[in-house]
């Protein structure tokens, strides 16, 4: 983060695409490389200055061949100058493919989840799990990802379902694998992990390290009042079809930008700024990063 940060400026960060979701529920769900690529560069022109993205195979299923997350960057790139920032969540222990992704292809962040958490949907219609998981993310597991972040000089995104998650960071900066400024994310309304309240977001803005950058992820209809409740704490926000379907109308988006174009609103709305790619770039540090600029952490003790 620069030391001349502007407290109005706000990185929106567009969520284009998930891993759940499909066109059944939302016809503007992207699925191929192309299509993502559209929605990116729709994405950009209403504000946004990073995109999050998933990879899916041409039919919508989910995938993390590195091949299609390459695919997905030519698209990218032909249309704009976005920043990426690409997923590396799986709830196996396998890694392999996600750090293949972040060597070969280099994207300008990657996205690190933080800690094991139950992960379920609960229908109150059906008094019954959509579904009912655990989302297991040990320091090992962390440790592999983030030690490809850091000798491909890809920025880790923490993204953090609870307290814990956030509060846990300290044994990867004493190793000297996370370095200053650190960029978060706190996702809210994921059963299992934290509750979309002002008091989670206040409370989670206290536990990051000073200089840290950190935004909401507010999942489901509750996502706007969470992106309300983020700019008037000074975070950034993000939005997008893998979080929320909906305007606050309750009227379904037809495209990502719809979405990110509330976000824009309410950021003029709060007397904010939106900033710039390049804005956003010195915002998260990322003119700070070089390749290999980490060295490798030690092996992790055994009892």
Partial sequence: MSEK????????????????????????????????????????????????????????????????FGRIKEEVEKRCPILLNFSTGTITDDVSEQVTTIKEHRPHIAALNMGTMNYAKYSENRKAFVFDMVFPNTYTKIIKLLTAMNEAGVKPELECF?????????????????KKPLQFSFIVNVLG?????????????????PGSEWEVIGI??????????ALVLGGNIRAGLEDNLYLPNGEMAKSNADLVEVCARMVRDTGRKIATVEQAKQILGLDLIKPGAVAAAAPVATA
């Fill in 220 to 229: 489901s209809k509750c996502g706007w009042r969470m992106i309300a409740t």
């Fill in 5 to 68: 940060r502007d407290p109005d400026l706000t990185v929106i960060t567009c969520a284009v695409t998930g891993v759940l979701a499909n066109r059944k529920q939302c016809p503007g769900i992207p699925y191929t490389p192309a299509e993502i690529g559209e929605e990116c560069r729709r994405a950009y022109e209403a504000g946004a200055a990073v995109a999050h993205i998933h990879a899916r195979q041409d039919d919508g299923t989910p995938t993390m061949d590195p091949k299609v």
């Fill in 162 to 178: 609870d307290i814990g998650h956030t509060a846990g960071i300290w044994p990867l900066v004493d190793m000297g694998l996370l």
């Fill in 193 to 209: 992990g934290a509750p979309p309240t002002v008091e989670t977001l206040q409370l989670q803005a206290k536990l990051v390290p």
